[in-house]
């Protein structure tokens, strides 16, 4: 069964820096994907940051680009989501998915096709 658990949300003012982990159980790493998406209320999903389970290239979103970095430690089956700089409009729920479409953006937009995910960490950036 593919469970995914994110952890290490938390309130932080501007400027500051969070990591997010993602623990995955029931595949490994090599199988798919995985893609940070976040929610905001009242807001759409949105794509963050993907890892590619082939070659471990990174892609991210031009609003996060230079601040945020994902990796991914496979002998633990973890993903990370480093976040530095963190501005207030970064303020939401945040998940790891896997990613069937292996890493899929369009028109500067991380599209995705996310099939499992987690319960989310809740990030907040507020002075």
């Known amino acids: 069964q593919v469970q995914l658990v994110e952890s290490g949300g938390g309130s932080v003012q501007p400027g500051g820096s969070l990591r997010l982990s993602c623990e995955v159980t029931?595949?490994?790493?090599?199988?798919?994907?995985i893609g940070w998406f976040r929610q905001a209320p009242g807001k759409e999903r949105e794509g963050v940051s993907c890892i590619s389970n082939s070659d471990g290239s990174t892609y991210y979103v031009d609003s996060v680009k230079g601040r945020f970095t994902i990796s991914r430690n496979n002998a633990k089956n973890m993903v990370y989501l480093q976040m530095n700089s963190l501005k207030p409009e970064d303020t939401a729920v945040y998940f790891c998915a896997t990613d069937l479409s292996s890493c899929y953006f369009s028109g500067g937009y991380y599209v995705g096709y996310f099939d499992s995910w987690g319960q989310g960490t809740q990030v907040t950036v507020s002075s």
């Open positions: 029931g595949f490994t790493l090599e199988d798919a994907a």
